[in-house]
T-cell receptor, first 111, second 114 residues
């Protein structure tokens, strides 16, 4: 059974600092997603990572994928308050036709 | 180009009642998946519809059922509502044969069972 684990689950950090969220998954996957969710809102797609060594960056966020280690990271550079949200990692195996989500990381950035 | 649209956005039901949630996929998409997100949790896969048939199902009881129409839109039905069914219900659409780079989620339907 495919399982996805994120850590940390809660993170409080100050503006200007760097930090990394980790996502481990239990079996081989075809696609890995990162989503952002603001309170009371739906999911906003951030990144889709398809292959080993894939790295994508958007603003202060950078995601990477190591399929051999079954690990993805979401790195936050020089955090700003607007990045406060819950971040989900999700893994898809095409043959299963479904996405399995991690429990999410609640990120709170102090101004 | 409209994305994934869901209705209603919010609703309140009483225990034991039945509810129907609706989803229209993004233009060009033919596959619809439904997820339940309880407060403070990650979304949980309910089921997926393709070619009007349920193709994959998560660990949800038979009280949860669905349907897909020829125009690819979909409904999620929940019977005999329990307090624990209170959640955000998300619809996601995707296209077969696509690169699969992005699965699109709707804004969700907030269900409160009282």
């Amino acid at each position: 059974e495919l399982k996805v684990e994120q850590n940390p689950l809660f993170l409080s950090m100050q503006e200007g600092k760097n930090y990394t969220i980790y996502c481990n998954y239990s079996t081989t996957s075809d696609r890995l997603y990162w989503y952002r969710q603001d309170p009371g809102k739906s999911l906003e797609s951030l990144f889709v990572l398809l292959s080993n060594g894939a790295v994508k960056q958007e603003g202060r966020l950078m995601a990477s994928l190591d399929t051999k280690a079954r690990l993805s990271t979401l790195h936050i550079t020089a955090a700003v308050h607007d990045l406060s949200a819950t971040y989900f990692c999700a893994v898809e195996r095409v043959r299963d036709d479904k996405i399995i989500f991690g429990k999410g990381t609640r990120l709170h950035i102090l101004p | 180009d409209a994305g994934v649209t869901q209705s209603p956005t919010h609703l309140i039901k009483t225990r034991g009642q039945q509810v129907t949630l609706r989803c229209s996929p993004k233009s060009g998409h033919d596959t619809v998946s439904w997820y339940q997100q309880a407060l403070g949790q990650g979304p949980q896969f309910i089921f997926q519809y393709y070619e009007e048939e349920e193709r994959q199902r998560g660990n949800f009881p038979d009280r949860f059922s669905g349907h897909q129409f020829p125009n690819y839109s979909s409904e999620l039905n929940v019977n005999a509502l329990l307090l624990g069914d209170s959640a955000l219900y998300l619809c996601a659409s995707s296209g077969t044969g696509s690169s699969g780079n992005t699965i699109y989620f709707g804004e969700g339907s907030w269900l409160t069972v009282v």
